[in-house]
């Protein structure tokens, strides 16, 4: 369970990386939500920072992830440096992220995407 679900982390990750839409549709549930630093998304509007721009993503750091299962759900905890480029300027930021992914049928669908800014 541990490898799959990683891979899915790491494959969303990469959709963001790459403004690829098809495939931040295909891993998350159309209910998905996503909450940042001063704003939350619904899937659709999420897809549409990235495919238009809005975010556009110049270094993704992952330094750990961990697993908690509980029977359909899990999450999975992301520490990770999110550099992008927001508004013409560059950004980065030290994030804990929260990434719920629940069993519906055979696959595991992304459910909710936090990011949490951590402070050293």
């Known amino acids: 369970m541990q490898e799959k679900l990683f891979a899915l982390s790491d494959a969303f990750w990469n ?12 891993i998350a549930d159309p209910a998905c939500n996503f ?13 549409k920072y990235y495919t238009d721009g ?8 992952v330094h750990n992830r961990e697993l ?7 999450i999975v905890l992301t520490d990770v440096d ?14 804990m992220v929260t990434e ?11 459910i909710q995407f936090t990011f949490t800014a951590l402070v050293h």
């Open 15 to 26: 959709a963001m990386k790459n403004r690829d839409g098809e495939t931040m549709y295909a």
């Open 35 to 47: 909450v940042h630093i001063g704003t939350n998304a619904n899937l659709d509007k999420e897809v």
């Open 54 to 61: 809005i975010f556009q993503p110049t270094d993704i750091t």
């Open 68 to 74: 908690h299962a509980f029977g359909d759900t899990a």
């Open 82 to 95: 999110y550099g992008l480029m927001l508004d013409g300027s560059p950004t980065t930021h030290h994030f």
């Open 100 to 110: 719920v992914y629940q069993k519906q049928s055979e696959d595991w669908k992304l």
